[in-house]
Nanobody, 122 residues
């Protein structure tokens, strides 16, 4: 599975950005998809995710400001980020968790995009 993330950039506080992630490869059984972010010196944290049942999760700090969506037809996900704050600045990564068949049976494979940087500054 290959993931290509895009859409990061520099935005002023209060501004908006839309991140996109396109997936290709063996995607017949996707367990969940999501967006994570990481700042230097800190662990990568989940921002938003969607399970295969359509349940959406948002970390508390982005609720009401960010929206995650998934297009099943073309295997893309997006993250619409509104009212951005300086504390939202980070490298954002998309992630697809896919069930794959292996010699051991069905295993969950985690796939990461390359990261796209979001800078929020005036």
């Amino acid at each position: 599975v290959q993931l290509q993330a895009s859409g990061g950039g520099l935005v002023q506080p209060g501004g908006s950005l839309r991140l996109s992630c396109a997936a290709s490869g063996m995607l017949s059984d996707i367990e969940s998809v999501g967006w994570y972010r990481q700042v230097p010196g800190k662990q990568r944290e989940v921002v938003a995710s969607i399970t295969n049942t359509g349940y959406k999760f948002y970390t508390d700090s982005v609720k009401g400001r960010f929206t995650i969506d998934r297009n099943v037809a073309d295997n893309t996900i997006s993250l619409q980020m509104n009212n951005l704050k300086p504390e939202d600045a980070a490298v954002y990564y998309c992630r697809f968790d896919v069930n794959v068949r292996s010699a051991l049976g069905i295993v969950l494979q985690t796939n990461w995009g390359q990261g796209t940087e979001v800078t929020v500054s005036s």
